[in-house]
């Protein structure tokens, strides 16, 4: 071949040439005429492969920037494994594998068929139409975020949110910041740095993703003066330790653990009175945001945030994304002296939320004051209010959609799911689970094909079969769960 070969006919050669023979003898396509004894070096130019139809489809499908970057990695890479020989086909088959994973976006849409209704590591709560609308409103353009529109003048940030939250839960002030761990810091900087803050050892817990108790009150300049014992705390531990440097006491929803047995601890109503005796703030930390009473749909009981502010709390900080079901948040309600100082303190500018999470927030809020009872648009309540003859008539119509014939036994049985989100973890919750025993594969390798498909599918694997709990599955979502399942096994589509 000589040198003027255009890269078609080179690419015609290189398909002649099968792929693992020996690259060499083309040698008119490399980029340097020298050295042509290095294996590694014989790799074909970037402009010549370019010019490939193999590469001008991908040009066609692909921004050129990244189809050069691909490719110069393929090359890289041949070249790093110092390959004796190229083949065309399987060069661009990587290329295009590559394409693909750079292309295919980083947070992917899960069906959740675990059963466990705040999940964390599935973006914990979905959240309702009219917060998605809001939020998509808001993203648009321009909002009046800082600015009254009646007056004319910058204005307050969250004051629709604070309305909102002061009817709920009977608190006098309220506000927002980036989650529910930075409500706990912006709290314990803003009424008790430099000061002494008393918790109970039945309390210093951690939270996961690395939030413990006794490094956060470190972090907000405060020291820990632990009371009582891991099961028992009395009224008395506390009253013992207050002395002159005491700022606050922290209560702390032990979420995700409990102490059964031989335990006693102390209620916020009877540590009310005793704060305020030695002029102290009395801090919540009770993390779910359950804001209506989770008896009355079924769900296992909850205190709620007006519950604590009724029993004399100062200051209660919850999650937005746990049960309360927005976005992600940390929220703070209490009394107006306290919330002014977190308003006030520098770290508040730092944790505060943007103008997306407030419209989201503000949309979920309104459903909770506008509801009767429990908002069931919420779609984490709305989940968590399902009756099972609910779940039983839906697991139904998964199972038939399903069709999986002689590939796979399916059938419908009990199930048990959780609110999560470290709410209620000791109480599961009656479901109903389709479950599937492929017969042409393991278990575990249809649930890998389902966590990778498009949407991705999570359920869980019990005693080699695949449980899709429906508790956690949108009406409109069991059609696409059940093509996830008939894609993975391979059935016809
Ligand atoms: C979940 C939780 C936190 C952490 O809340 P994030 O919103 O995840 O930051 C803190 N305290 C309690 C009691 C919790 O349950």
Known sequence: MGTGAGPRLLWMHWQRQRCGEEWAGSMDITASGEDRRSARRDLPAMHRLLGTPEALALLGAHPRALVVRCMREGLAELRRREAASFCGESFFAGVADRLRAERTPGLRRVLNATGIVVHTNLGRAPLAVEAVTALVEASRGYVNLEYDLEAGRRGGRDGAVEGLLRRITGAQAALAVNNNAAAVLLALAGVAAGGEVIVSRGELVEIGGSFRIPDIIEESGCRLVEVGTTNKTRLADYAHAIGPATKAILKVHPSNYRIVGFTASVGLAELAPLARRHGLVLIEDQGSGTLVDMAGIGAPAEPTVGASVAAGADLVTFS??????????????????????????????????????????????????????????VP???????????????????????????????????????AGGGAMPEAPIPSRAVAVQPLTMPADEL????????????????????????????????PEAARAVREAMGCAM
């Open 447 to 478: 649930a890998r094909r389902l966590r990778l498909g498009e949407p991705a599918l999570v359920g869980r694997i019990a005693r080699g079969r695949l449980l899709l709990d429906v508790r956690t599955l949108q009406e409109a979502e069991l």
């Open 320 to 377: 937005g994304d746990k049960l309360l079901g927005g976005p992600q948040a940390g929220l703070v309600v209490g009394r107006a002296a306290e919330v002014g100082k977190l308003r006030h303190h520098p770290l508040y500018r730092a944790l505060r939320v943007d103008k997306l999470r407030l419209a989201a927030l503000e949309a979920t809020l309104r459903l909770y004051d506008e509801a009767d009872g429990a908002p069931l648009a």
């Open 380 to 418: 984490a309540i709305g989940m968590l209010a399902r009756d099972e003859a609910t779940l039983e008539r839906a697991a139904a119509r998964l199972a038939g959609l399903l069709d999986l014939g002689r590939q796979a036994t399916v059938s419908v049985e009990p199930s048990v799911g959780y």
